[in-house]
Nanobody
Framework: VQLQAFGGGLVQAGGSLRLSCAASGEIFSINDMGWYRQAPGKQRELVAAVTSGGSTNYADSVKGRFTISRDNAKDTVYLQMNNLKPEDTAVYYC???????????????????WGQGTLVTVSS
């Protein structure tokens, strides 16, 4: 299973970006999907998460500005980021809890997977 993230870049304060992250491989099902970020010198933190049923959770710092969504048919999670601030500058990572098929027919395993990270830079 692989997660591939897209959409980072450089944007001015007040601007918008949309991140996407697609899961691929021998996927049986995906539970929670989410976005984390890590700024220089700081710990990785949860930005937003969405369950398979569509329930969402946001960090207080992004509530009202960011929206997480997912397309279950495409195994993809999105993060729409509006009114970006310089403090949103970070490497953004997607994460997913995936149940996947193993080489043994009929058997599955579950694990947490991370995307490769995409850099978001917000200039003031």
């Amino acid at each position: 299973v692989q997660l591939q993230a897209f959409g980072g870049g450089l944007v001015q304060a007040g601007g918008s970006l949309r991140l996407s992250c697609a899961a691929s491989g021998e996927i049986f099902s995906i539970n929670d999907m989410g976005w984390y970020r890590q700024a220089p010198g700081k710990q990785r933190e949860l930005v937003a998460a969405v369950t398979s049923g569509g329930s969402t959770n946001y960090a207080d710092s992004v509530k009202g500005r960011f929206t997480i969504s997912r397309d279950n048919a495409k195994d993809t999670v999105y993060l729409q980021m509006n009114n970006l601030k310089p403090e949103d500058t970070a490497v953004y990572y997607c994460n997913a809890g995936v149940r996947y098929r193993t080489i043994i027919a009929g058997f599955t395993k579950r694990n947490n997977f991370w995307g490769q990270g995409t850099l978001v830079t917000v200039s003031s």
